[in-house]
Structure formats: structure tokens, C-alpha cells
């Protein structure tokens, strides 16, 4: 069974800062990773997914199948990107998500 | 931008009552979904909806749920004798297409916080 593992509950940066939120799973075949996040009071939203290698808001996002991860990263932390942030998996012909637990990224002035 | 609407927001409800969390998915979808996550602990799978009938359901997902489509805009879970440990954050979400390699994008519901006490 797939599983997504999110090490950090809370990351806690300086504006500016280089932000890494990790990401590892564990999965059979060959399967697609999302990033979502939830700003406060506000619905789960999809951030970036692996296959469209794009950049949003300055995160990215490299699948790494060698170690299973698929940490998100931007290089200068703005105070609005303080949110919750999961990462989650789906199989490639399936509909299903699998998140993570959860990483609460405060981003201080 | 169209949106997953759902109600209620905040619903508390004794334990061994029915309840029902009610989702209005995006006009042109046909994939509907339901998650929940308890306070503290991960989304979870519910169930997926498509065609009419479930095409996914997790273990989480037993006798005492059921999703209904009775229109053809409304999306329905039912907890039919509601348990303290089903106080959770409900989300419902719906997707135009499935599989990850067709650029599917899951758009998520705001959610229903419901409260067994």
C-alpha cells in the first residue's frame, strides 16, 4: 500500500529565508506527487504536481524515484506563504489521494 | 473560478444520529469524492463517485456511510448512526477526469467540521 510521509510537523523561517519542505513515499509502481496547501480558513488547493514540472509562487518541486521523495522547496520564504502543506500520491490510472500528515510552514517577519 | 460548495459548514450532532454533509461539485465534473481528517491526523480517502455508483472506497468507509447523487447537482454522504470517533473535517471534491497522467486535478470543498458529541 502506498504511504506519504511528511517528517516535519512545523518548519518556523525568517523572511527571505531558503524554505525545504520533505516529502518521502513509498509506492510499488510509478506514481504521481501533488503539493497542496490549506492558507488559513481556506480550502486544500492544489500548489504543483510532479508531472507538470512547473513552478508556482516560487516553489518547485523535483521527484527524486532514488530516494523516494519529493520535497518542496523556494529559495526566498515570503510571510504569505505561511500554510499548511501536504503532500500527497496518486496512482497513475487511479483517483485516490494519499496524503501526507502535514507540514504548518510559519514564515516570520 | 468555480468552486466545490458544501454544507454545512459546522454541524454537531448527537452520537447515534444520522447526518448528512451535502457538496454541490464543480458544474462540468464528473468525478465526485469524499475526504475526511480527523483533528490532528492525516486526510484521509473516503470514497469516490462516478457514474452513479462508487468506484472506490476505503476501509474507513463501512456499512454506516453512503453517498448518494439524488440530483444532478448535489453530492451527498450520509453517516447513518453517527460514533464520537467520526467528528471530523469532511471534504468533499470533484475532478473532471481521472488518472494523474491526464493533468486530472482534484479541486476540494471547504469542508463540513462535524462534532459527535
Known amino acids: 500500500a502506498q504511504r506519504v510521509t511528511q517528517p516535519e510537523k512545523l518548519l518556523s523561517v525568517f523572511k527571505g529565508a531558503p524554505v525545504e519542505l520533505k516529502c518521502n513515499y513509498s509506492?510499488?509502481?510509478?506514481?504521481?506527487l501533488f503539493w497542496y496547501v490549506q492558507y488559513s480558513r481556506q480550502r486544500l488547493q492544489l500548489l504543483l504536481r510532479?508531472?507538470s514540472r512547473e513552478s508556482i509562487k516560487g516553489f518547485t518541486a523535483d521527484l527524486n524515484k532514488g530516494e523516494t521523495s519529493f520535497h518542496l522547496k523556494k529559495p526566498f520564504a515570503q510571510e504569505e506563504d505561511s500554510a499548511m502543506y501536504y503532500c500527497?500520491?496518486?496512482?497513475?490510472?487511479?483517483?485516490?489521494?494519499?496524503f501526507g500528515g502535514g507540514t504548518r510552514l510559519m514564515v516570520k517577519p | 473560478e468555480p468552486e466545490v460548495t458544501q454544507t454545512p459548514s459546522h454541524q454537531v450532532t448527537q452520537m447515534g444520529q444520522e447526518v448528512i454533509l451535502r457538496c454541490v461539485p464543480i458544474?462540468?465534473?464528473?468525478?465526485f469524492y469524499w475526504y475526511r481528517q480527523i483533528l490532528g491526523q492525516k486526510v484521509e480517502f473516503l470514497v469516490s463517485?462516478?457514474?452513479?455508483?462508487?468506484?472506490?472506497k476505503s476501509e474507513i468507509f463501512d456499512d454506516q456511510f453512503s453517498v448518494e447523487r439524488p440530483d444532478g447537482s448535489n453530492f451527498t454522504l450520509k453517516i447513518r448512526s453517527t460514533k464520537l470517533e467520526d467528528s471530523a473535517m469532511y471534504f468533499c471534491?470533484?475532478?473532471?477526469?481521472?488518472?494523474?497522467?491526464?493533468?486530472?486535478?482534484?479541486?476540494f470543498g471547504e469542508g463540513s467540521w462535524l462534532t459527535v458529541v
Open positions: 471534491a470533484s475532478s473532471a477526469s481521472v488518472g494523474a497522467l491526464s493533468g486530472n486535478t482534484i479541486y
Open positions: 458544474s462540468n465534473h464528473l468525478y
Open positions: 509506492y510499488s509502481g510509478s506514481p504521481e
Open positions: 500527497a500520491l496518486m496512482e497513475n490510472a487511479g483517483n485516490m489521494l494519499t
Open positions: 463517485f462516478y457514474n452513479n455508483e462508487i468506484s472506490e
Open positions: 510532479h508531472i
